[in-house]
């Protein structure tokens, strides 16, 4: 017999994540019945976790955050090659038969907000080369950019990373001038609360150009006051988060989160 559908979130730690927040606004705003959960699961339960929800009907799946989003590919069945490719997954879905399939919205989740823009061959820099610059240059590959400049504290993994996307461009230090990118993304976690600031001169930048910061704790970053302060357009971290929730959740409960509620959402989540 089964009851009410739910999924979860699992990582070490796992009490700071805000999925529950978002996946459970929606459920209440759509009136759905079914639940969205925190499990705490250490590296030393993942494989079990895993065994044991694969048999209940009523998991849908869950969201997977640090430090699970690459041992959990050995788990569960790749149809779309996340490993070949952006190499670490954040969602599983449990199918019907018990099949589980591994996927990662975060690469969409980033792109949504640039989706309608035109970055064929665009001009684009990236601050970073952690797990989020992959799905970051994962999406602007698909997304046929130009040349991209990887700013990053350790050169030789930002090189591995522009082979891997196939992208031509070059890699520099965190202290090396901007290009003139019409997009500047900082995927790194510079900025973020308790880390150093990120700073950068954003005078190369056009007056057109977009900056856009992954971090959301604080949402308000320097680098996103500094881009308001010369007029520039930006995007803040929430976008991302709340994008590849949104992708999540039609795989979980098999339906689109409601429109015109982000405001509302962004509310709670930065209350
Ligand atoms: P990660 O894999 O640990 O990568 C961290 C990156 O930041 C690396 O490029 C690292 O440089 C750099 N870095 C860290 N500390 C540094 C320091 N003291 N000086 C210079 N560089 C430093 O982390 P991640 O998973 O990619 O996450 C990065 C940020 O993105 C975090 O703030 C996270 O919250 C945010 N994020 C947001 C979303 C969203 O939905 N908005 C999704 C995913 C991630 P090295 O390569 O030299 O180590």
């Known amino acids: 017999m089964s009851g009410v559908p739910y999924a979860e979130v699992i990582g070490d730690p796992i009490a700071h994540s805000k999925s529950p927040l978002i996946h459970g606004f929606w459920l209440e705003a ?12 250490k590296p030393e339960e993942l494989a079990s ?3 044991e929800r694969r048999d209940d009907p009523d998991w849908r799946g869950c969201n997977v955050t640090i430090p699970h989003k690459v041992a959990v590919m050995d788990l569960v069945s790749d149809p779309g090659d996340i490993r070949g490719t952006i190499g670490a997954m954040n969602t599983i879905v449990r199918q019907p038969d018990g099949g589980l399939i591994g996927t990662n919205t975060d690469a969409a989740g980033f792109y949504a907000p640039l989706a309608e823009l035109d970055l064929q061959g665009a001009a684009v820099a990236v601050v970073g080369a952690g797990g989020a610059a992959r799905a970051v240059l994962f999406a602007l590959a698909r997304a046929g950019v130009g040349h991209v400049t990887i700013l990053n504290r350790s050169p030789l993994k930002a090189m591995g990373l522009l082979a891997t996307f196939g992208l031509k461009g070059e890699v520099v230090g965190l202290d ?4 003139p990118a019409a997009l500047l993304v900082n995927s790194s976690s510079l900025g973020m609360t308790g880390q150093p600031p990120l700073d950068l001169d954003l005078s190369p930048l056009p007056a057109d150009a977009i900056v856009y910061d992954l971090v959301y704790a604080p949402l308000q970053t320097g680098l996103l006051k500094s881009a308001e302060a010369r007029g520039l357009d930006t995007v803040d971290g929430l976008d991302m988060l709340i994008g590849q929730a949104a992708l999540a959740f039609e795989l979980f409960f098999g339906q689109s989160p409601p429109e015109g509620r982000d405001e509302e959402l962004r509310a709670l989540l930065t209350a």
């Open 176 to 179: 090396a001038a901007l290009p």
């Open 49 to 51: 976790y895993i065994a």
């Open 30 to 41: 759509l009136g759905l019945a079914g639940d969205y959960r925190r499990a705490h699961v």
